[in-house]
């Protein structure tokens, strides 16, 4: 598995590929949402949904071995495509990786100026669920202890 | 297309030239702006009556004794006295300035309603309505005990005439429903809807949000109760609306809020309420804003509401044909007579993505629900993507639009 910086820089790099053509990275966003995996129509709960996106955004995690894993859906492409960019480089990692990570590719990749200003406070709130939940599982573990 | 331009007797490319707005690029593409029922875009007359008024004769309106007041008060007047023509009310006095259709309608609500709504009271909207003329009368009904009914809206997007008879008893004291749709852009037959309602003895408020700047609209013809509507969709300045409201029911009405303009004398024991219009016009208004709204209604004056009307309906005939050709749209909201707004879905694409993929080639439309939740959950969707014309937009536009859309369904097959 690569670090998680390894994997930001992957994807800085597949975005500076498209330049600054406002239409194909929106086209690639998409592309990439296409391709998440569903997810269990049984985990789109209310419960799941992630408060403070305009779209739905259904988010759930496993812990498994010490290290959380993702899976999210939504019902706009574009959307899913912004929480595959982050599945891909939080899923697998441990809670205090996921805890830790600057995710520093979304300000070079100009992700706010992509989307605009109410879809950048979805993926802010996405993020942030995602740190809870790892907030919530090295708690667990450190009670397990 | 060559018949319909032929029909009106506008020059676009000269009404585009007032629009210093419409003149860039956008994301690298000239600007094609299709979200004219959310606001409308200002000729330079407005922009430049807004500048004139600050840079030459900025002062506090009316019981001003210096030159300045007196220009400013003039000045604010003569804008009630053009919508006064504009709406054809009787009185100049039946206009009340206000921030805009939402608070034109609340303050119906907060002061006729509260003064005439009793336990068991029915008011009645349309399935069609925008939030503001939804939730200001269930606000009135829930203090009250009354009970809001609601006309139901047929696939197509209208409502019978038949239904909203079937509502009316006589218990129904208000009707409020929209002259036009925001987000289907259905024509409601406000005239039948309003000699219905008057032969039970209820008033009629229409929310003319969407029709001031498209269709002919006389109050005293239509004979409503009251009327509400908002400048910033009628290429006027964005804060300030209007509520008409028939002299013998504003005279019987309480203030709606207190403060300076609004009274005739204040001791510590009692306050005598000024006359209207002024008893709804607690403190300073919009001064600035209203004074330009007048540069707005003499705009349209210009052109006439029948060439706008001829024009906007060939850019919707023509639009509604090109749209129907893509495989993948579907329209929402089909009635037979309907303002410059086209509402549609496209299959396989949430109504947000495409708004960013149009957006992406300098094409502004809106997506979401429009302030309608309850009519998108009749149609089953979440929301739609909406197209709304104004009188600067141009068959040119729509090919771009059309084009952009195609490239789009092509893209994701």
Redesign the interface.
């Given at each position: 598995m690569n670090s998680v910086e390894e994997i930001q820089q992957d994807i800085i790099e597949e975005f500076e590929f498209l330049a600054d053509d406002?239409?194909s990275t929106?086209?690639y966003i998409?592309e990439l949402g296409q391709k998440l995996p569903a997810m269990d129509e049984s985990l789109k709960t209310e419960e799941n949904i992630i408060k403070g996106c305009?779209?739905?955004v259904w988010l759930t995690s496993d812990y498994k071995d010490g290290k959380v894993y993702f899976t999210a859906d939504s019902?706009?492409?574009?959307?899913k495509g912004l929480i595959s960019l982050l599945i891909r480089i939080l899923s697998g990692q441990t809670p205090d990786t996921i805890l830790n990570t600057e995710l520093n590719f979304v300000e070079k990749i100009g992700m706010s100026q992509v989307?605009?200003s109410q879809?950048s406070n979805g993926f802010n709130a996405m993020i942030k669920q995602m740190k809870l939940y790892a907030l919530g599982y090295r708690a667990k573990a450190q009670v397990n202890k | 297309m060559e018949a319909a331009i032929k029909q009106s007797s506008l020059d676009i490319a000269a009404i585009r030239a007032q629009f210093p707005v419409l003149k860039q690029e956008v994301n690298g593409y000239p600007l094609t702006y299709f979200d004219n029922a959310a606001t409308s875009q200002k000729p330079l007359r407005v922009i430049e009556a807004l500048n004139q008024y600050y840079s030459a004769y900025n002062s506090n309106i009316h019981r001003g004794v210096h030159t300045l007041a007196e220009k400013a008060t003039n000045a604010y007047e003569a804008t009630r006295n053009s919508l006064q023509k504009f709406i054809n009310a009787n009185e100049k006095e039946e206009i009340i300035f206000t921030k805009g259709t939402s608070e034109s309608i609340n303050l119906v609500a907060a002061t006729y309603g509260r003064q005439n709504i009793s336990e068991g009271d029915e008011i009645i909207i349309t399935g069609l309505e925008h939030h503001s003329n939804i939730v200001p009368w269930q606000m009135l009904c829930e203090e009250k005990g009354a009970i809001l009914k609601v006309v139901p809206v047929s696939n197509q997007g209208e409502i019978n005439l038949d239904d909203f008879k079937a509502l009316l008893s006589d218990k129904t004291k208000i009707v409020s429903v929209a002259f036009a749709s925001n987000a289907l852009g259905t024509i409601n037959p406000v005239k039948q809807i309003i000699e219905a309602a008057h032969k039970i003895g209820a008033v009629v408020l229409l929310d003319a949000a969407q029709a001031v700047a498209h269709l002919e609209v006389d109050v005293q013809a239509l004979d409503c109760d009251f009327l509400a509507a908002s400048a910033h969709k009628m290429y006027g300045p964005t804060g300030v609306g209007f509520l008409y409201g028939k002299r013998h029911l504003l005279e019987q009405m309480p203030p709606y809020q207190g403060g300076g303009e609004m009274i005739k004398e204040v001791t510590f024991e009692k306050t005598t309420y000024n006359d209207i219009p002024f008893k709804f016009e607690a403190g300073t208004p919009n001064i600035a804003d209203i004074i330009a709204f007048s540069e707005a209604i003499g705009f349209i004056n210009e052109l006439g509401k029948e060439n706008i009307r001829v024009y906007e309906d060939a850019l919707l005939d023509y639009a509604t044909q090109k749209l129907t050709a893509i495989d993948k749209v579907k329209l929402i909201g089909t009635a037979q007579h309907k303002v410059g707004v086209l509402s549609f879905i496209f299959e396989g694409m949430h109504p947000f993505d495409v708004g960013m993929m149009l957006d992406a080639r300098g094409i502004a439309v809106r997506t979401g629900h429009h302030c309608t939740m309850p009519l998108m959950e009749q149609f089953g969707l979440e929301g739609t993507i909406r197209a709304s014309f104004a009188v600067y937009n141009t068959f040119e536009e729509i090919d771009t639009f059309v084009a952009s859309l195609t490239k789009i369904a092509n893209r994701i097959k």
């Open positions: 406002r239409e929106i086209f998409m305009q779209s739905k019902n706009t492409d574009i959307t989307i605009g879809r | -």
